[in-house]
C-alpha cells in the first residue's frame, strides 16, 4: 500500500465553499466505485476553511499518476469534475490529477 497526500484550495466564496462539503456527503456512486477501480483502496478528505488535503491509499504497484489517468476516461468522472470545479481555485477543465498537488513529507515519527 502507498499512501499520498495532496491539497487544493477552494474559491473564498461561503456558499461554494458550503455547496462543496454538501457535494461530498453525497457523492455519486459511480464516482467512488470508479475510485476504488482504479486502484485506490481509501481517500479521505479535510477542510480547513479553504484549504483541502486528501489522503489517499493505493493498492501494491498503483502509483498515482496511473490510478489519476485512468481515473479521468471514467463514466461520469468529467462531469463530477465540472460539478466541484467551480468550487475549487483550479483551471477550468482540470482532471483530478492535476488539481490535487500532492505534497511532500517533510517528517515521521
Wanted: aromatic share 8%.
Amino acid at each position: 500500500m502507498t499512501r499520498i497526500i495532496q491539497t487544493l484550495e477552494l474559491v473564498d466564496d461561503p456558499q461554494l465553499i458550503d455547496f462543496y462539503i454538501k457535494a461530498h456527503e453525497n457523492v455519486w456512486p459511480e464516482i467512488t466505485e470508479g475510485i476504488r477501480s482504479v486502484g485506490i483502496t481509501r481517500m479521505d478528505i479535510f477542510i480547513e476553511g479553504r484549504r483541502l488535503v486528501m489522503i489517499l491509499e493505493l493498492a501494491d504497484g498503483v502509483s498515482r499518476d496511473e490510478a489519476m489517468a485512468k481515473l479521468a476516461t471514467l463514466p461520469r468522472q468529467a462531469e463530477w469534475e465540472e460539478y466541484v470545479g467551480k468550487c475549487q481555485q483550479c483551471a477550468a477543465g482540470s482532471i483530478s490529477g492535476a488539481k490535487w498537488r500532492p505534497m511532500q513529507q517533510i517528517f515521521e515519527l
